[in-house]
Antibody
């Protein structure tokens, strides 16, 4: 069965960086793009970016350009999200989510069918 | 970026009620819309994709409709396990966005 298992909670100081991992199993890792989404305490969902595990190409939300880096390791079926220059507003639960394309009539409709359990990142001095 | 606006933001309903949540896009997104359910402390769960296609394993009381800029999620008969927060998500371009969420609470 498909599983996305994320690394554990992190506590970081302002200005530091954090790297969260997401290990995939139960499917062909390189066949599905992976998204990263975060959720601040009591707030909604915020899309951060996407990575193609096959070639490593990425696309980031404008808000995070220059601060986020998404990478992958095909040997371990793991994707990583690194966020730098952390500030208190980055305190959130970070999720990885698999991209599942449904193609019909010449169009492909995307959605996130499997999600990791979430990783709480706390930024505090 | 395409903005999604959900209404209402908060909804109080009783078991058995028919519930409708609306999601409006700031520009046309065809049917590139998904709906998720999230319970406290849990990851979101996919309910609907391509605006109206029910994800495998999701009860048939959930349905989605719409295209272009206006979409709806309907729960035909609210069950106790449906009390949660619901989000729409647009996937029309390489800058996906979510609506702000609709919290469905017990009346």
């Amino acid at each position: 069965q498909v599983q996305l298992v994320q690394s554990g909670a992190e506590v970081k100081k302002p200005g530091a960086s954090v790297k969260v991992s997401c290990k995939a199993s139960g499917y062909t890792f390189t066949s599905y793009y992976m998204h990263w989404v975060r959720q601040a305490p009591g707030q909604g969902l915020e899309w951060m970016g996407i990575i193609n595990p096959s070639g490593g190409s990425t696309s980031y939300a404008q808000k995070f350009q220059g601060r986020v880096t998404m990478t992958r390791d095909t040997s371990t079926s793991t994707v990583y999200m690194e966020l730098s220059s952390l500030r208190s507003e980055d305190t959130a639960v970070y999720y990885c989510a698999r991209d599942d394309p449904y193609c019909s009539g010449g169009s492909c409709y995307l959605s996130n069918d499997y999600w990791g359990q979430g990783t709480l990142v706390t930024v505090s001095s | 970026d395409i903005q999604l606006t959900q209404s209402p933001s908060f909804l109080s309903a009783s078991v058995g009620d028919r519930v409708t949540i609306t999601c409006r896009a700031s520009q046309g997104i065809s049917s590139y819309l998904a709906w998720y359910q999230q319970k406290p402390g849990k990851a979101p769960k996919l309910l609907i994709y391509a605006a109206s296609t029910l994800q495998s394993g999701v009860p048939s009381r959930f349905s989605g409709s719409g295209s272009g800029t206006e979409f709806t999620l309907t729960i035909s008969s609210l069950q106790p396990e449906d009390f949660a927060t619901y989000y729409c998500q647009q996937l029309n371009s390489y800058s996906w966005t979510f609506g702000q969420g609709t919290k469905v609470e017990i009346k």
